[in-house]
């Protein structure tokens, strides 16, 4: 079975702490295929990957660049630079870079604009919000971030990789708003607990199973149910 998984919240916690130990990393390797769907870079997510001793495919950048097993990385949505630069016609250029300068470096980003998570969600900034909208740019809230993207979404990402290799979306599992359109196109959906209880968004899915360990204890309840 295929588990395509949330990274930040979800597989690994603070301080990058994993979901499960060496013996249950172990059991997942050899009944499943685990792959990352996350809005971390395609240089981070192959890090992680040789991390635990994982191949294959993963989707990173909020669903816009494709992780191949040979650590090619190919762009399914918009270049960086081409989002900022349309970002700066629409006149959100100084907010931007106002949100940047609280932002982490992103040598490796290729196809989105990582922000602080205020940007997609703060009354602040909604102004900003409805420039980026206006330029056909999508803001994605996930973990302690906004993702700013222009093509396809977490979901859309595994569909049209499933699609290639005719494989089956088996299962998904994911903790914030980013990781709706994901929890949609699998056939078995399951929601991590966040510490405020499961996000509302991802609990009101059909067919939804919400975890009811907390944390990164969640990951392991699903591993037990598959």
């Known amino acids: 079975m ?11 916690g603070e301080g990058g702490a994993v979901s499960l130990d060496e013996a249950e990393l172990a059991r997942a390797r050899e009944h499943h295929e685990i792959v990352f769907v996350s809005s971390r870079t395609g240089a981070e997510l192959r890090t992680l990957q040789e991390r635990l001793g994982l191949t294959g495919w993963a989707i990173g950048e909020d669903g816009c660049v494709l992780l191949h097993p040979d650590g090619s990385v190919e762009p399914l949505g918009l270049a960086t630079g081409e989002i900022v630069r349309r970002l700066a016609t629409a006149g959100a250029g100084e907010p931007l870079e106002t949100l940047q300068r609280n932002s982490p470096r992103q040598p490796d980003r290729i196809a989105s604009v990582l922000l602080p998570r205020e940007a997609g969600e703060s009354a602040r900034w909604a102004h900003f919000r409805h420039l980026a909208t206006s ?28 699609q290639r290799l005719g494989w089956l979306p088996d299962a998904g599992i994911g903790n914030d708003a980013n990781d709706v359109s994901l929890l949609r196109v ?15 968004a991802l609990a009101g899915i059909p067919g939804i199973r919400l975890l009811q360990r907390s944390g990164l204890a969640g990951w392991k309840e699903m591993l037990d149910t598959l």
């Open 2 to 12: 295929r588990i395509f998984s949330d990274v930040d919240g979800t597989f690994l």
């Open 135 to 162: 330029a056909d740019l999508r803001c994605s809230i996930g973990g302690k971030w906004t993702t700013l993207t222009a093509g396809p979404d977490k979901g859309e990402a595994v569909a049209l990789l499933c």
């Open 186 to 200: 699998v056939h078995r959906g399951f929601v991590v607990r966040n510490p405020e209880g499961h996000h509302p």
